[in-house]
Nanobody
Framework: QVQLVESGGGSVQAGGSLRLSCAAS????????MGWYRQAPGKERELVAI???????NYADSVKGRFTISRDNAKTTVYLQMNSLKPEDTAVYFC???????????WGQGTQVTVSS
């Protein structure tokens, strides 16, 4: 059974930081592209950052220079360090695991991030 369990969300003032974690189980973690997405109320889910199995990284323009994605294959965990948070970063953040063969696409349950001004 595949599980992606996010943690680390919460409420913070603008300019603050949070670190999200996503612990994966039931998949060959090192083979998957891992990513973070977010969905704000009334908006579509959008990409925040992805990291491939080889370590290549892409960020949404809106978070470049403020957010850092990383992965620890030994711990089967992906992280999102979020600095200089803005009210517009308020959203539910979802962890994603993607494998192109199949394809196999898994989502966590989401964790709320609220940034107040």
């Amino acid at each position: 059974q595949v599980q992606l369990v996010e943690s680390g969300g919460g409420s913070v003032q603008a300019g603050g930081s949070l670190r999200l974690s996503c612990a994966a189980s039931g998949i060959s973690f090192s083979a998957y592209r891992m990513g973070w997405y977010r969905q704000a109320p009334g908006k579509e889910r959008e990409l925040v950052a992805i990291i491939t199995r080889s370590g290549s990284i892409n960020y949404a323009d809106s978070v470049k220079g403020r957010f850092t994605i990383s992965r620890d294959n030994a711990k089967t965990t992906v992280y999102l360090q979020m600095n200089s948070l803005k009210p517009e970063d308020t959203a539910v953040y979802f962890c994603n695991a993607y494998f192109a063969v199949g394809p196999r696409d898994y989502w966590g349950q989401g964790t709320q991030v609220t940034v107040s001004s």
